[in-house]
């Protein structure tokens, strides 16, 4: 199973340089794909409850930054295999935990996103990327995730 990388550009991440440092480390540790959020406009308040979290609340708050989904790709351009795509809501989402992989690549589940927010500074990214993907198992992984 490939697994692609969610959030870019958004919060702290929505900064050139953490995008780049996300889309270098990524690559570097197997993610097959990097997708944008497309939450460009956010509500002050939330009166609906949101359904991929315990909470009910969207993880992210309405005055974070947020690039427009074209634009965010375009800063991951110092990696050698830009993003692929823009995600979506599909109507399902598994909270994000390595343990669930077997039963959806059993199910048919080709590509899996995990959604995750880099640090604020570019200089702990590459740190933070190398735990999120040996969490993942993809550290090392020639053919990717």
Same mark, same amino acid.
């Given at each position: 199973m490939r697994l692609g990388w969610h959030a870019l550009g958004i919060g702290v991440g929505a900064r050139p340089e953490i995008i780049r440092a996300v889309a270098v480390g990524a690559e570097r540790h197997g993610f097959a794909t990097l997708w944008p959020g497309e939450h460009v406009v956010m509500l002050d308040a939330q009166t609906s409850r949101h359904p991929y979290s315990a909470d009910g609340r969207i993880a992210v708050p309405a005055d974070a930054d947020c690039f427009d989904p074209l634009l965010a790709p375009t800063y991951a351009s110092a990696s050698e295999r830009p993003p692929a795509g823009r %995600? $979506? @809501?599909? &109507? *399902?989402?598994? *909270?994000? @935990?390595?343990? $669930? #992989?077997?039963? #959806?690549?059993?199910? &048919?589940?080709?590509?899996?996103?995990?959604?995750?927010v880099p640090p604020d500074d570019p200089d702990d990214v590459p &740190? +933070?990327? %190398?735990? #999120?993907? %040996? *969490? +993942?198992?993809c550290a090392g992984s020639a053919a990717g995730c």
């Open positions: %995600a $979506h @809501d599909r &109507g *399902r989402a598994v *909270r994000p @935990d390595p343990a $669930h #992989l077997p039963a #959806l690549a059993e199910a &048919g589940v080709t590509q899996y996103v995990v959604v995750a &740190g +933070w990327v %190398a735990e #999120l993907a %040996a *969490r +993942w198992e």
